[in-house]
């Protein structure tokens, strides 16, 4: 059985969370990783088959798995691979994001044998969330993958699907977040970093004190790598998001498993 991580990750926790889990099922064995933030990659060039184990994260923005990331993985061939579903979100709801991802990964040609929901610091305001997946989710994501594994190891497993098995609504929820775009600061040096990490190219190469706002996923890369942190974001819109989530990320969200009967 061939594992496999793949993950649309852009500041880190989603691959974070995501790998603890790997790393259970996999049990010493290799992991081959899958980014899906890379822009230009041919996603299509990934081929799976019957035997392989993939585990697909994907962060939850406003509740939807991001666009780019059903686009990448739509277009590979899952080849009747079973597949792990992971929603990591800020501390919030991951709402219709694992619902989506199983649409996707159906239609791809995967199949889908469980799923989690996990929580990451937010990508946006680091109070909430902050510092996890934290030593209690590490443990928590270690059992999983040693529970997802027992699962898929057992005989008489349904071959038929059950709608209800993981939360979610259908349709999705209309996909909206708040226009935050990360803008360069006077401190921008023009290394280029932040336009070469990008995962949708809406920094340009060759003036990277843009950004092209109509193109942004606001997925904060940018803010992430830059390394004299010259990429900024309003602070009066960041006030009014992070005052909006306060009701909302208060207390601490659990990661959850859910496995298809």
């Known amino acids: 059985m061939e594992i496999y991580n793949i993950y649309f990750s852009p500041v880190g926790g989603t691959k974070k969370a995501a790998g603890i889990v790997c790393r259970a099922l996999a049990d010493g064995q290799n992991v081959t990783e899958v980014d899906l933030s890379v822009y230009g990659e041919d996603y299509s060039r990934y081929q799976f088959k019957k035997g392989d184990l993939c585990v697909a994260a994907v962060p939850s923005y406003g509740g939807r798995v991001p666009a780019i990331a059903v686009e990448r993985l739509a277009s590979m061939s899952g080849g009747g691979a079973k597949a792990v579903l ?105 290394c280029g970093a932040c336009a070469a990490g990008c995962p949708v190219q809406a920094i340009p190469a060759d003036n990277p004190r843009e950004t092209h706002s109509e193109i942004c996923i606001a997925c904060m890369r940018c803010r992430t790598i830059c390394p004299v942190q010259a990429r900024r974001l309003d602070q009066t819109v960041l006030d009014g998001l992070t005052q909006k989530l306060a009701k909302v990320c208060r207390g601490r969200k659990e990661n959850i498993l859910y496995l298809k009967n």
Not at 124 to 152: C, M, N, S, T
């Open 86 to 190: 992971m929603a990591v979100y800020g501390n919030r709801e991951f709402e219709d994001t694992l619902v989506e991802l199983e649409d996707t990964l159906t239609a791809a040609g995967f199949v889908c044998e469980a799923a989690i929901s996990a929580v990451a610091q937010h990508s946006i305001v680091h109070q909430y969330g902050a510092g996890r997946p934290d030593k209690e989710d590490w443990a928590r994501l270690q059992e999983f993958g040693a529970e997802i594994k027992r699962h898929l190891t057992k005989e008489g497993m349904s071959e038929e699907t059950d709608a209800e098995w993981i939360p979610g609504n259908r349709p999705y929820k209309p996909f909206g977040i708040v226009s935050l775009k990360p803008q360069a600061d006077d401190t921008c040096t023009g």
